[in-house]
C-alpha cells in the first residue's frame, strides 16, 4: 500500500492535461472516495454532478475561464461539479448552531479524498472556485440559486513532474504541548 504521505506530496493542482480520455470507472471510484468521506453529524451535505460528455465538458470549461483565470482547464477531461447540500444535524446541535455550519468543513474533506483517489489513480486534478454559478446551473438543468462547493477538473496530467510544495515551515504553524 502507497505511503499517505507520499500521496498527499505527490497531490497537486494539475492545470495542464493530456489529450488522453478519462475511464468512466475511475470517476466513479472518484467519487466513491469522497461519498465516504467523514462529515458533522454524517449529515453528507453533498451531491456530486460528474460531467463527462465531451460537448458538456467543454461549455464547464467555459464556466471556470473567469477574469482570465483558469483559460488552460479547457483541456480537462471530465468535472465533478460538488453541490453544497443542506446538511442534517442532530436535533440537539441543530438547537445550538446553524444547520451549515459544518458543512463547508465537511465539502472539503470530501473534495480533498476525491483529489487524493484520483492522484492514486494517476490522474490529474484542480480543485476551481472561480466560476460562473448561474451560467453552470443553466447548463447542469440545476436550480437558480444552489449551493456550490467547488468544480474539481479532471484530465489525465501532461508532465508526470512533482512540483515543490510552497507551505509554511511545520514549525510556524504547530504547537506541541
Ligand atoms: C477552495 C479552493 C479553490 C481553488 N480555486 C482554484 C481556481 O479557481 N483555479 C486554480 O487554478 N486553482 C485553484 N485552487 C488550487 C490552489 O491554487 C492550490 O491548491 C494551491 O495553490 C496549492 O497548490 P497545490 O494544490 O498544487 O498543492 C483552489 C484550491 C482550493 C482549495
Not at 506530496?9 to 489529450?19: E, G, I, K, N, Y
Not at 471556470?64 to 446541535?93: P, Y
Not at 444547520?99 to 465539502?107: E, F, I, M, P, R
Request: net charge neutral.
Amino acid at each position: 500500500m502507497a505511503d499517505f504521505l507520499e500521496l498527499a506530496a505527490r497531490r497537486q493542482s494539475c492545470r495542464v492535461f493530456s489529450d488522453l480520455p478519462v475511464e468512466h470507472e475511475k470517476l466513479v471510484k472518484c467519487v466513491e472516495a469522497a461519498r465516504l468521506a467523514p462529515s458533522a453529524c454524517n449529515s453528507q451535505p453533498w451531491k456530486f454532478v460528474v460531467v463527462e460528455k465531451p460537448e458538456l465538458v467543454t461549455e464547464v470549461a467555459k464556466c471556470t475561464n473567469q477574469l482570465g483565470i483558469n483559460a488552460n482547464l479547457s483541456k480537462a477531461k471530465a468535472f465533478v461539479v460538488i453541490l453544497e447540500d443542506h446538511a442534517k444535524l442532530m436535533s440537539k446541535l441543530a438547537a445550538l448552531v446553524d444547520s451549515q455550519t459544518h458543512a463547508k468543513g465537511d465539502l472539503g474533506g470530501a473534495a480533498l479524498s476525491l483529489c487524493l483517489e484520483a492522484e492514486s489513480l494517476g490522474l490529474g486534478a484542480c480543485m476551481v472556485g472561480l466560476f460562473d454559478r448561474p451560467k453552470l446551473s443553466e447548463l447542469l438543468d440545476l436550480p437558480a440559486d444552489q449551493r456550490y462547493f467547488l468544480v474539481v477538473a479532471v484530465g489525465y496530467p501532461a508532465t508526470p513532474k512533482v512540483r515543490n510544495k510552497d507551505r509554511k515551515p511545520l514549525e510556524d504553524i504547530v504547537r506541541f504541548v
